[in-house]
């Protein structure tokens, strides 16, 4: 019987001793910290490169009554490192310039674009890219680039290149 009593009284000391006041504010001090950190795998890339490529007159196939236009370019300038851009643009040259195109890295991994937005700006044709998912590292990545776009006639007139000077970001999709 000593023994019970003994057990119930250490009992209520331990109850009532102790506030669960300190540990209940602790609790929610660190969900505000997990709620306000930062997910490394959600990272913001600001990115800005000079490009410079081939531009390529293709049979007319999916631009109607449009040229069909293919471009090609490659830079070294970006937080990615080296990646080539592929661009197929139908346009008239003058009011219509409509872009759709990837970049892709040496591994393979691709993020897609569009163009809805452009304007003349001097020598340059200013073209809003607009980043809506691809494969590999870019899988769900979103993100927008202006680019300010110059052609330049080749001195044998049967060929073009080209040289976009770029600046935007590129959000990766957390996993």
Same mark, same amino acid.
């Given at each position: 019987?000593?023994?019970?009593?003994?057990?119930?009284?250490?009992?209520?000391?331990? @109850?009532? $001793?102790?506030? #669960?006041? *300190?540990?209940?504010?602790?609790?929610?001090?660190?969900?505000?910290?997990?709620?306000? +950190?930062?997910?490394?795998?959600?990272?913001?890339?600001?990115?800005?490169?000079?490009?410079?490529?081939?531009?390529?007159?293709?049979?007319?196939?999916?631009?109607?009554?449009?040229?069909?236009?293919?471009?090609?370019?490659?830079?070294?300038?970006?937080?990615?490192?080296?990646?080539?851009?592929?661009?197929?643009?139908?346009?008239?040259?003058?009011?219509?310039?409509? @872009?759709? $195109?990837?970049? #892709?890295? *040496?591994?393979?991994?691709?993020?897609?674009?569009?163009?809805?937005?452009?304007?003349? +700006?001097?020598?340059?044709?200013?073209?809003?890219?607009?980043?809506?998912?691809?494969?590999?590292?870019?899988?769900?990545?979103?993100?927008?680039?202006?680019?300010?776009?110059?052609?330049?006639?080749?001195?044998?007139?049967?060929?073009?290149?080209?040289?976009?000077?770029?600046?935007?970001?590129?959000?990766?999709?957390?996993?």
């Amino acid at each position: 019987m000593k023994n019970s009593i003994l057990l119930l009284a250490t009992g209520l000391i331990l @109850l009532t $001793g102790c506030s #669960t006041e *300190p540990i209940s504010s602790q609790l929610q001090e660190d969900a505000m910290l997990i709620d306000n +950190e930062t997910d490394d795998r959600d990272p913001v890339f600001e990115i800005s490169f000079q490009e410079s490529g081939q531009v390529r007159m293709l049979p007319n196939g999916e631009c109607d009554d449009l040229e069909n236009v293919k471009l090609e370019g490659f830079t070294n300038q970006t937080v990615f490192g080296k990646f080539t851009t592929n661009t197929r643009m139908c346009t008239d040259f003058q009011d219509i310039y409509n @872009l759709k $195109g990837a970049h #892709t890295l *040496p591994n393979g991994d691709r993020i897609n674009f569009t163009v809805d937005s452009w304007m003349v +700006e001097g020598v340059y044709i200013k073209f809003v890219y607009t980043y809506d998912g691809g494969s590999g590292a870019f899988d769900g990545a979103t993100g927008e680039l202006v680019i300010l776009h110059r052609m330049f006639e080749l001195e044998d007139s049967r060929g073009m290149t080209y040289i976009n000077i770029a600046n935007g970001h590129i959000r990766l999709a957390s996993n």
